[in-house]
């Protein structure tokens, strides 16, 4: 009986090894393109989508230094758990994220996943070539999404200029 339990559970375990660990195509071909453009459901222009949440408008300038500092410290307390800029870890590299997401699609990311998980093509999208990874509700401010959003648009600006 303690043979039998012992094989069954060797069996499980394995098998759940195998699963969360498969080769699929699919799964590295999304790693392979992780800072290619996410393609929409829809034929319409990602940077046009707003998304699904609290910001319907984002006024860019020049970037402002102190509050990309702000977003830097803001990302490395609480984003780097799951991302890294220039390369997939749990979520997507998020270098080129601004060339590739409207700056509300991106603030309402950070400020409303849960919905947009749910709701939005791009977001269902990123989800799967995550292995069915979700963002977490951070519950951060609209005020420290936006000093996320400038320090990710800094990063993208400084690898432009090189």
């Known amino acids: 009986m303690k043979k039998r339990l012992n094989t069954l559970l060797f069996l499980i375990v394995g098998l759940w090894f195998i699963g969360c660990h498969s080769s699929n195509p699919a799964s590295q071909q999304a790693t392979e393109n992780a800072t290619a453009p996410a393609a929409s459901a829809s034929t319409a222009n990602p940077l046009d989508d707003k998304g699904i949440g609290p910001v319907q408008s984002v006024q860019l300038g020049a970037i402002q230094p102190e509050l990309a500092k702000k977003g830097e410290t803001i ?77 990710l648009r800094s990063v993208d600006d400084s690898s432009s200029s090189k």
């Not at 490395?76 to 749990?90: L, M, P, Q, V």
């Not at 409303?112 to 995550?130: F, T």
Request: hydrophobic share 40%; net charge negative; with cysteine.
């Open 75 to 151: 990302f490395n307390e609480k984003c780097t758990a799951c991302h890294r800029i220039d390369s997939r870890y749990i979520g997507p590299a998020l270098k080129g994220v601004t060339r590739r997401q409207a700056p509300e699609w991106i603030m309402n990311m950070i400020l409303n996943p849960d919905v947009m998980i749910q709701q939005d093509p791009i977001a269902k999208q990123l989800v799967g070539e995550s292995n069915g990874a979700v963002m977490a509700n951070l519950h951060l401010s609209e005020d420290e999404a936006r000093a996320l959003l400038e320090y």
